[in-house]
């Protein structure tokens, strides 16, 4: 029987960020599993924002982390060619309503006081930045330069090519069938190819987390899916080649440059029935139709606020899901199975947050104990004892 000492499962951004970050310091042994190819679910489908504009400090903090590493991994492109571009050409919020305003000043201080170089603009400041806006209830603005965004799909290829150069062993189309416990620790887990006997499993399944935590015993695990729809422009040139992730606070409605073209988005509709559908992880909630219905919806916000967008025809739609708890902060850590870890349930915020997570679980894999930031708050025992975090939201 072949045997690894650590098994992450999901070849997405936070599985190769964590096997990045193992084998780095010099974790071997380790095995990644992916029940299909890498990145080819949640984060091959994701805008890929990187901000550190929140409204609180725990997820200041992650993408303070999350910032400096892809800063930092990709300066060194003309060595590692297969490392994607960071584009930090900042995020724009722009804000429409006086509480709203109120709130964001709160905000940016709260940034600011952190280190982040977060800016207060004046619709002037925003219309002279990008005159293609239509600012004509916009109150003000705040734009943070170091912010950006990359490819989470290509950035996980990269992590995982270097994490196997040492050492890392990756298997693709090999889903999880079955972990074996015993007195209460993980002895292994099945494949339909074999049967990997290990003591230490990570759970980095986004989306499908709760049936993987399932397989370990573990049935009230809070992680559900919630789909989104994305537009890609054909190549467009109305807009300048460094206009920054451009975000509606009043609607969600966002967009940024992806190379020539425009990828744009706002949320769905959720009904009360799909929110139900979703948390019982129904097998529709995994489904990812294309809402023709939802074009026209998206068109009149366009009209709103960037009328020359109207004019770059639309070459592909496609809908991801984000990996949601009912805090929208993710697990992290240990469970009560001894051995099988979790890094899931980010909530849309995975790519910009898989550098400090894989930070955390490396320090308490290989150190015993997270020291950078506690780990134990984000362990899904808090869900049982009600110790949530307070859900704060800019978008």
Same mark, same amino acid.
């Given at each position: 029987?072949p045997?690894?000492?650590?098994?992450?499962?999901?070849?997405?951004?936070?599985?190769?960020?964590?096997? *990045?970050?193992l084998?780095?310091?010099?974790?071997?042994? #380790?095995?990644?599993?992916?029940?299909?190819?890498?990145?080819? /679910?949640?984060? %091959?489908?994701?805008?890929?924002?990187?901000?550190?504009?929140?409204a609180?400090e725990?997820?200041i903090?992650?993408?303070?982390? %999350?910032?400096?590493? *892809?800063?930092?991994?990709?300066?060194?492109?003309?060595?590692?060619?297969?490392?994607?571009?960071?584009y =930090?050409?900042? *995020?724009?919020?722009l804000?429409?309503?006086?509480?709203s305003?109120?709130?964001?000043?709160?905000?940016?201080?709260?940034?600011?006081?952190?280190?982040v +170089?977060? =800016?207060l603009?004046?619709?002037?400041?925003?219309?002279?930045?990008?005159? =293609?806006?239509v600012?004509?209830?916009?109150? %003000?603005?705040t734009?943070?330069?170091?912010?950006?965004y990359?490819?989470?799909?290509?950035?996980?290829?990269?992590?995982?090519? @270097?994490? =196997?150069?040492? %050492?890392?062993v990756?298997?693709?189309?090999?889903?999880v069938?079955?972990?074996?416990?015993?007195? /209460?620790r993980?002895?292994? #887990?099945?494949? +339909?190819?074999?049967?990997?006997?290990?003591?230490?499993? !990570?759970?980095?399944?986004?989306?499908?987390s709760?049936?993987?935590?399932?397989?370990?015993?573990?049935?009230?695990? $809070?992680?559900y899916?919630?789909?989104?729809?994305l *537009?890609?422009? @054909? $190549?467009?040139?109305?807009?300048?080649d460094?206009?920054p992730?451009? !975000?509606?606070?009043?609607?969600?409605?966002?967009?940024r440059?992806?190379?020539?073209?425009?990828?744009?988005?706002? $949320?769905?509709?959720?009904s009360? @029935?799909?929110?139900?559908?979703?948390? &019982?992880?129904?097998?529709?909630?995994?489904?990812?139709?294309? &809402?023709?219905?939802?074009?026209?919806?998206?068109r009149?916000e366009?009209?709103?606020r960037?009328? $020359?967008?109207?004019?770059?025809g639309?070459e592909? !739609?496609?809908?991801?899901?984000?990996?949601?708890?009912?805090d929208?902060?993710p697990i992290?850590?240990?469970t009560?199975?001894?051995?099988?870890?979790?890094a899931?349930?980010?909530?849309?915020h995975?790519?910009?947050?898989?550098?400090?997570a894989?930070?955390?679980?490396?320090?308490?894999?290989?150190?015993?104990?997270?020291?950078?930031?506690?780990? @134990? +708050?984000?362990?899904?025992?808090?869900?049982?004892? /009600?110790?949530l975090?307070?859900?704060?939201?800019?978008?």
């Amino acid at each position: 029987m072949p045997t690894a000492d650590i098994v992450i499962v999901g070849g997405g951004i936070i599985g190769a960020s964590i096997a *990045y970050q193992l084998t780095m310091r010099g974790a071997r042994n #380790v095995v990644l599993l992916e029940r299909a190819t890498i990145a080819s /679910g949640t984060s %091959g489908r994701a805008t890929g924002g990187i901000r550190q504009q929140f409204a609180d400090e725990l997820d200041i903090r992650f993408s303070i982390a %999350g910032v400096r590493f *892809y800063e930092q991994f990709t300066r060194k492109r003309d060595r590692h060619p297969q490392r994607p571009r960071f584009y =930090q050409y900042g *995020y724009l919020f722009l804000v429409t309503t006086p509480a709203s305003w109120q709130a964001m000043l709160r905000f940016v201080a709260l940034q600011q006081s952190l280190g982040v +170089p977060t =800016q207060l603009l004046t619709p002037a400041d925003v219309h002279q930045r990008l005159p =293609q806006l239509v600012l004509d209830d916009v109150l %003000g603005a705040t734009f943070c330069p170091t912010d950006g965004y990359s490819d989470p799909g290509a950035m996980a290829q990269a992590l995982l090519q @270097e994490a =196997q150069t040492r %050492g890392l062993v990756v298997h693709e189309h090999t889903p999880v069938t079955g972990i074996t416990i015993a007195s /209460g620790r993980v002895q292994a #887990v099945q494949t +339909p190819r074999e049967t990997i006997q290990t003591p230490l499993i !990570v759970n980095a399944t986004g989306p499908f987390s709760a049936f993987v935590a399932r397989l370990a015993g573990i049935a009230d695990f $809070p992680v559900y899916p919630l789909r989104r729809q994305l *537009y890609l422009t @054909e $190549p467009f040139s109305g807009l300048p080649d460094d206009v920054p992730m451009v !975000v509606d606070l009043s609607t969600g409605f966002h967009f940024r440059r992806r190379e020539k073209r425009i990828i744009l988005t706002m $949320p769905l509709p959720v009904s009360a @029935e799909e929110e139900e559908r979703n948390r &019982n992880l129904e097998p529709d909630a995994f489904a990812l139709p294309v &809402n023709e219905d939802f074009w026209p919806e998206v068109r009149a916000e366009i009209q709103r606020r960037c009328p $020359p967008l109207l004019k770059a025809g639309i070459e592909r !739609v496609w809908s991801g899901l984000y990996e949601m708890t009912p805090d929208e902060h993710p697990i992290l850590g240990k469970t009560e199975i001894e051995g099988f870890l979790c890094a899931c349930g980010f909530s849309g915020h995975g790519f910009m947050h898989a550098p400090m997570a894989a930070k955390l679980l490396t320090e308490l894999i290989l150190d015993g104990k997270s020291t950078t930031l506690p780990i @134990e +708050p984000f362990s899904h025992q808090r869900f049982r004892t /009600g110790k949530l975090f307070e859900t704060t939201r800019l978008l």
